[in-house]
């Protein structure tokens, strides 16, 4: 891959969110929403410290300028309230299926679940991502019990390719999914 280093994420507006930068102002709402069972459950397993959620959020923030993409904060577009994330990551996971593609994906507060906002960003950001990031085809990894993220990734174009585990989490039984670079 080669992807033109960004300062930050660009800012994007569907119809009812604005997708923009993390800063470090969100760090309690991202707290919140992480710390959320709803949130946490298929994704960390658990809640999570003060400091992992600030590492977290520090390379989310980081992969803009490494990798010329990253994740957005999504925010409610009328009010400006954080609701999640959503957007691409490098990871660099160890899974019984190898991923060396980006990885697409996303995570809304519960109470935001469920009224279609993860399928409008997470298609604003596979947009984004068909112009602007330089790799034939990007990835998603989902646990296999969250059948609502599946929907997600399935009504924005992605198919199933394999069942798979991170080799430091067997225990986790996940499905990758793969999605081709549409045309710009």
Known sequence: MNNTPRAAAPVIETQRLTL???????????????????????????????????GRLTGLMGHWPLNGFGTWAVADRETGQLLGQCGYLFLRREMLVPMPEPE????????????GLGTEAALACACWGDANIDADKTACIIDTVNTASANVARKIGYTYSADTHFLDRPELEIQLFHRKRLAP
């Open 104 to 115: 697409l994906g996303w995570a809304l507060t519960t109470t935001h679940q469920g009224r």
């Open 20 to 54: 923009r930068s993390f800063t470090a102002e969100d760090f309690p709402d991202f707290c919140r929403i992480w710390n959320e069972e709803g949130v946490y459950r298929h994704i960390a397993g658990k809640p999570q410290s003060e400091s992992v959620h600030w």
